[in-house]
């Protein structure tokens, strides 16, 4: 348990924004960060190729955690193919799926001549990376909505398009919890998720630092929301409680997916969640 642990999320992004230097070295105290930093220095010159990474293990998470990847260092045909691609072309993997953390990645990774991590300026942004991204995930241990709204503000900002979000499940998940929108939004197929988020998103928002910051605090107030009314459900209704758009939400997917069940359709007006357009979801 950190320092974050057991305070509610308003509360402790305030505390975030005030104190992230002193909550940074309370959480690094109580990781394996030192020792990790220590072993990829040490091995540093000798990743020379794409191939020498992907078969180092322990260097290779380092680095995809470096970049905001935690998790991908399994996927080794994805990083293999950003690693020798040309990140700017249209064709290539980094520009298909087109999120920043991606597109970092590919274009720090893909040149080879000489190594990413020759020189000391290579070896210390990612170094900076991984205590950054390491952070994330130690606050996430207490707060995942916290560590979904660091995220955010770190990867966000230059955003151009919907699909970038979209490809990426945090961001994504940031989006859907700022709006509103019940987790039964996954069932949908990607073209009714485009058809719902369209009206809603503003990706001009996104060019700036204060426009992610005033999104994430959406999302955060909507967290703190949701919370109480999922508290407050569970008390007054016991096992049926839960919000009535959730539950109509969810009747609506599954009577549109189920076996030989006839479609009924679901109408959703935006203006619930700021516009004033509607859309059919099963039609």
Do not use: C, H
């Not at 293999?80 to 990140?87: E, F």
């Not at 590919?106 to 000489?114: L, T």
């Amino acid at each position: 348990m950190g320092v974050l642990s057991g305070i509610d999320d308003i509360t402790g992004w305030a505390l975030l924004q005030k104190n992230s230097g002193a909550i940074s070295k309370s959480y690094a105290a109580g990781t394996s960060t030192a020792s990790d930093i220590a072993y990829f220095q040490s091995v540093a010159p000798t990743l020379t190729t794409p191939e020498k990474l992907l078969s180092n293990y322990r260097a290779l998470t380092f680095v995809t955690t470096a970049f905001g990847m935690s998790g991908q260092q399994n996927e080794t045909a994805l990083l293999k193919q950003l690693m020798t691609q040309n990140p700017s072309s249209s064709s290539s993997l980094a520009q298909q799926l087109g999120t920043t953390n991606i597109l970092q990645f590919a274009n720090a990774m893909s040149n080879w001549s000489p190594p990413p991590f020759s020189s000391t300026s290579g070896i210390d942004k990612a170094v900076a990376g991984f205590q950054l991204n390491s952070y994330d995930a130690e606050v996430g241990q207490d707060n995942p909505v916290l560590q979904n709204a660091l995220y955010f503000s770190q990867n966000a900002q230059g955003a151009t398009t919907l699909t970038q979000l979209m490809a990426n499940p945090t961001l994504l998940s940031v989006v859907t919890g700022a709006l509103g929108i019940p987790t039964a939004f996954g069932n949908l197929s990607f073209s009714q998720q485009v058809s719902m988020l369209t009206p809603l998103v503003d990706m001009k928002q996104f060019a700036t630092a204060a426009g992610v910051a005033s999104f994430v605090n959406k999302y955060i107030d909507m967290s703190e929301v949701n919370q109480a009314s999922t508290t407050s459900s569970t008390t007054t209704s016991g096992s049926s409680g839960g919000s009535p758009l959730t539950a109509l939400f969810s009747s609506a997917v599954a009577n549109g997916n189920g076996g030989n069940a006839v479609s009924q359709g679901l109408t959703i007006t935006a203006s619930m969640f700021g516009t004033g357009s509607t859309l059919n979801l099963l039609a």
